[in-house]
């Protein structure tokens, strides 16, 4: 018998419709907005947007309140969300499959536990986060432009999202979409908090200002759910990408004394002709939409991200002063960080436990499943995807409460709500009974969260 393993979770299609741009026979092609792989023909993405709209109206018929949000089928799993009014978009996901070849015959066997449709609503709901805060709703979009326009956008943002995506890394990270918060003593802390309001001051032009070092966020003058956004933009797609990291001896702006520059604005603040790149984000209220242009500027292991008012670009000479204003100040912050950073140590958890804390309020975020360094996962992706199933469970519930659950490989897993906060622990004692794992996770939570209450 020949076993063989098909590749993990894929994508296998991802479109955006809406059902009232062709009402009638012969105009179906209306309602196409984005479809991926762009080389499926358009007879094909006609069909199935049809099928996708007749599931979403059956299952209307028995919800009309909660809207369609999956379909499984034994070699797919489709996510929906309807993120505004007769928008739908549709992700479609290839299940995972062991195939097995005996006397001839190949028999598939589909892992549909490898898929969790808490995750991969969650990665869809990012995909539309993300597009909005960098293109603007779809319905501005179409306000102030045209249908055109939008297609335009979403083909222009989705043909490099998708990309992006690690459909078979995702899991509970996904699910929480937190924030990293780095802890500095009370000192540095207000100086960081004077540098930014003194450049905010300083450049009437600023409206917002975010304080990062490495991957981890200081200050943020934006609302949660915004710099949520911006954050998670910044950690998997900017940082990852830049080539020059900040171990690198180069100074920044070419001849200068210090080590700043910028990452979104002028290649080189002192080139006349060099290129300025600043994307354009939109953030929006309950009654208007504001633009801005995201500056973000870098010394060694520090970031500053600047959300400028988004009336003009600014000019070549406000770059030149911001470089002047920010290298210095900015390099000496980062290294008095990178000192302390440094002296202090890190607690990342023993061999036998590995926990995730999440907290709803401020969008705080712990873990050591996730080893920094490699971003690799440090426990097996069975136990990743139980922590999952718990969460799921918590989402249903209003109170308070815990679960403790135990693997066939001798692991257990501990989960906990509290007062807005969640946690997650497993931990890998063979012989450990019920009250024992109990005991330990009580002790874990006085020493990792001493200020966190949990229920007893």
């Known amino acids: 018998m020949m076993t063989t393993q098909a590749p993990g979770v894929v994508l296998h299609n991802f479109y955006i419709y809406n059902p009232t741009y062709g009402p009638k026979e012969g105009q179906e092609h209306k309602k196409v907005l984005f ?18 709209e007749a599931v979403v109206q059956f299952a209307d018929e028995f919800s009309p309140s909660k809207p369609c949000e999956s379909v499984h089928t034994q070699k797919t799993r489709q996510i929906y969300l309807n993120p505004e009014p007769d928008f739908w978009i549709v992700m479609t996901i290839q299940i995972p499959a062991t195939f097995k070849t005996e006397d001839g015959k190949t028999v598939a066997e589909y892992h549909e536990e490898d898929v969790q449709d808490i995750v991969y609503q969650a990665v869809l709901e990012q995909a539309y986060t993300m597009f909005k805060f960098f293109m603007g709703s779809f319905v501005d979009i179409i306000n102030k432009f045209s249908v055109e326009e939008l297609k335009n956008r979403l083909s222009h943002f989705f043909s490099k999202y998708l990309s992006t995506l690690r459909l078979n890394q995702s899991d509970i990270l996904d699910i929480q979409n937190g924030i990293q918060f780095l802890p500095l003593d009370k000192n540095t802390y207000l100086r960081i908090q004077c540098f930014i309001n003194l450049v905010e001051a300083s450049f009437q032009q600023i409206k917002y200002t975010a304080f990062l070092y490495n991957d981890q966020l200081v200050w943020s003058g934006l609302e949660q759910d915004d710099m949520r956004t911006l954050y ?29 520059k910028f990452v979104k604005g002028p290649k080189d603040v002192k080139d006349t002709n060099s290129f300025i790149q600043i994307p354009s984000i939109y953030i929006h209220s309950a009654t208007k939409t504001d633009v801005y242009h995201l500056v973000v500027y870098r010394a060694l292991s520090a970031t500053v991200c600047l959300m400028v008012d988004g009336g003009a670009v600014p000019s070549r000479d406000w770059f030149h002063k911001i470089d002047s204003f920010l290298g210095p100040q900015l390099s000496r912050l980062a290294s008095d960080i990178a000192e302390q950073y440094a002296n202090r140590k890190l607690s990342g958890g023993s061999q036998d436990y590995k926990f995730v804390y999440f907290n709803h309020m401020n969008l705080a975020q712990k873990t050591t499943v996730h080893s920094k360094k490699t971003a690799a996962v440090t426990i097996s992706p069975e136990i990743l995807r139980l922590i999952a199933d718990i969460n799921a469970d918590f989402s249903k519930w209003d109170e308070d409460g815990e679960a403790l659950m135990r693997t066939w490989t001798d692991w257990w897993v501990v989960g906990k709500k509290s007062d807005q906060r969640e946690f997650y622990v497993a931990i890998n004692q063979k012989n450990a009974n019920l009250i024992e794992i109990n005991e330990e996770v009580k002790k874990m939570c006085a020493s990792h969260f001493t200020n966190i209450f949990f229920l007893d």
């Open 35 to 52: 479809f991926y792989p762009p080389s499926v023909n358009l007879d094909h993405q006609i069909r199935t947007i049809g099928l996708s």
């Open 232 to 260: 998670k933009y910044l950690t998997t797609s900017l940082f990852p990408s830049l080539l020059d990291t900040e171990e690198s001896s180069s100074k920044g702006t070419h001849g200068s004394s210090h080590f700043g």
